[in-house]
C-alpha cells in the first residue's frame, strides 16, 4: 500500500503552466500504475491522465490531450502532471491515484488509494 500526497497547485493566469506532483510513500511505488483525476464545484470526478507502472504508457482526457503530460520518476516515488495553456475550465481540485494493478487505468474504481487532492485555479 502507498500513501499519497499531491503539491504544486495554485492560482494561475489562462495561457499559464503548472507542474503538480504527487509523491508516494511505500517501497512498491514502482508497481503501481497511477492516475490524475479532477473535480471541478458542482460536477463529478473525471479522468485527466494515467500512467503505467514503467511510465513506457500513458492515456489522457481528450480535454487535455496535447496540452498536459504524465510522467513519473520511479526513483524519487514521484508523479507528474505538467498543465501546460492552461484553461479556465481546467480549475478544480486535483487528484492523484495509485492502483497496484500496475496498469494506466482511466476508470476510478481501478484505483485503491487516493491523495488528498490539490487545488487549481485558472483565471481568464
Known amino acids: 500500500q502507498v500513501q499519497l500526497v499531491e503539491s504544486g497547485g495554485g492560482l494561475v493566469q489562462a495561457g499559464g503552466s503548472l507542474r503538480l506532483s504527487c509523491a508516494a510513500a511505500?517501497?512498491?511505488?514502482?508497481?503501481?500504475?497511477m492516475g490524475w483525476f479532477r473535480q471541478a464545484p458542482g460536477k463529478e470526478r473525471e479522468f485527466v491522465a494515467s500512467?503505467?507502472?514503467?511510465?513506457?504508457?500513458?492515456y489522457y482526457a481528450d480535454s487535455v490531450k496535447g496540452r498536459f503530460i504524465i510522467s513519473r520518476d520511479n526513483a524519487k516515488n514521484t508523479v507528474y502532471l505538467q498543465m501546460n495553456s492552461l484553461k479556465a475550465e481546467d480549475t478544480a481540485v486535483y487528484y492523484c491515484?495509485?492502483?497496484?494493478?500496475?496498469?494506466?487505468?482511466?476508470?476510478?474504481?481501478?484505483?485503491?488509494?487516493w491523495g488528498q487532492g490539490t487545488q487549481v485555479t485558472v483565471s481568464s
Open positions: 511505500g517501497r512498491t511505488f514502482s508497481n503501481y500504475g
Open positions: 491515484a495509485a492502483s497496484s494493478g500496475g496498469y494506466y487505468y482511466i476508470r476510478e474504481y481501478d484505483y485503491t488509494t
Open positions: 500512467i503505467n507502472w514503467s511510465g513506457g504508457r500513458t
